[in-house]
Each structure stands twice: as C-alpha cells, then as structure tokens.
C-alpha cells in the first residue's frame, strides 16, 4: 500500500511512525516484519510503500483496512500533516485598471 505524506516530515522521522502502527495490528503478520520503503520523492509529497504479509488471501482487504486506520491514527497522534496543494505568492507588482491594454 502508498501512502504520501508532506516533505517537511523527515523520512526517518516518518518510517519510524508507520512503522510502529503494525505492531499493534491484530490481523497482520508479525513475521516477517512489516517495512517501510520510500517509493519516491514527488512535488506533492514523499511516497512510501508500507509492505506487510496478510496470513490468509481472504483477510488481505481486511488486513489493508487495519493497516491504513493504525497508520493513520499513529500520523495524527504525532501531528503529521498530509499533503496538500500550495500556492506561492511571490513580489509580484499588482496589476490596475490602468495597466490594462484598451
């Protein structure tokens, strides 16, 4: 599974939330253990794949669902912000009625 997460979270300070969320997981495998992996560093945000083993094909949805709600409790208990869009306003001279062409 992906999740993208804002670039002012350290990618160290981030595997180490992510990955203290499985550990509590009922339904995923303990071993092997779950693992973090950045996937890639885009303009949105850093991508990770967080990696886990489901015991049985039928439980991997259910496995998926436990392992996004862990992960996201463990985001917000530690103040992470997800990504979002931003807009830069740079000193830009403004523009007037006056400076329209007629």
């Known amino acids: 599974m992906n999740i993208t997460l804002d670039h002012v979270l350290p990618i160290e300070k981030a595997r180490n939330i992510m990955l203290s969320a499985p550990s509590r997981a009922q339904l995923i495998q303990q071993e092997p253990k779950p693992d973090i992996r950045v996937q890639s560093y885009e303009e949105n945000g850093i991508c990770y794949t967080v990696r886990y083993w489901v015991p ?3 439980l991997a949805v259910a496995c998926r669902d436990e392992a996004f709600s862990l992960i996201d409790g463990a985001l ?3 103040g992470s912000i997800a990504p979002y869009r931003r807009i830069q306003l740079v000193n830009a001279p403004l523009r007037t ?4 062409p007629d």
């Not at 009625?97 to 329209?100: K, M, V, Y």
């Open 76 to 78: 917000r208990d530690a």
């Open 97 to 100: 009625d006056s400076d329209q």
């Open 56 to 58: 049985k094909f039928e």
